[in-house]
């Protein structure tokens, strides 16, 4: 998604904090518009229903955390410090949006109803970013293959399950954070020569 800018700007910004406050099925586009200081209207010049303004929002959100996970992986540093990095990101940014909203598991409902291609194609490009970065690590010997000899492929993947299982798991922000740290450590001292 392009820059966003102006009244559209203003009716995703509204758009989230209703969502978010009110979940994805109590809110509705009078309320967004209100919200947002237009008629209703106005948004369906933007965007031709809820259900759009929703994928919009989703398409929004991840292409904000794929760039801030390129930033991390184009980043000049240890290879595991660019991973942790990017791990930290993509998971503890998706866990802290879901988490703070009072409707956080309605909206990962609606997520996987209405916007489930979105984050599939997040997803892949995510899992690619880490392939790359451990294949980086692997040939420069920053990262140490495994006794059963791992590719980049399946290790990537396992440090992506696990992430996930961080989230499923992580009862708030704190403990998210806690638990991925320590998740981190183990990382590192298996795969850090």
């Not at 303004?53 to 410090?81: K, Y």
């Not at 998971?91 to 988490?99: D, E, K, N, P």
């Not at 489930?116 to 970013?129: H, T, W």
Request: hydrophobic letters at 50%; glycine letters at 6%; proline letters at 2%.
């Amino acid at each position: 998604m392009n820059a966003v800018v102006g009244k559209e700007r203003a009716i995703l910004d509204a758009a989230m904090r209703l969502f978010s406050q009110r979940g994805y099925r109590k809110t509705s586009i009078e309320e967004i518009a209100a919200a947002a200081g237009i008629g209703k209207g106005t948004v369906y010049l933007y965007f031709e229903s809820k259900e759009r303004l929703f994928r919009a929002l989703c398409e929004l959100v991840t292409n904000h955390v794929l760039a801030e996970v390129e930033a991390a992986v184009g980043d000049d540093g240890p290879i595991f410090a660019r991973l942790a990095a990017a791990l930290r990101v993509k998971f503890g940014r998706l866990f802290r949006i879901v988490a703070s909203a009072p409707y956080g598991r309605e909206l990962v409902e609606s997520r996987d109803e209405l916007a489930s291609d979105v984050f599939r194609a997040f997803d892949r490009r995510f899992e690619a970013l880490v392939i790359e970065l451990v294949e980086r690590g692997m040939l420069r010997r920053e990262i140490r293959a495994t006794s059963q000899r791992l590719t980049a492929k399946a290790i990537a993947q396992t440090l992506l399950a696990a992430s996930r299982g961080v989230s499923l798991a992580a009862r708030d922000a704190a403990d998210f954070d806690r638990r991925f740290e320590e998740l981190l450590a183990v990382i590192a001292e298996g795969l850090t020569p």
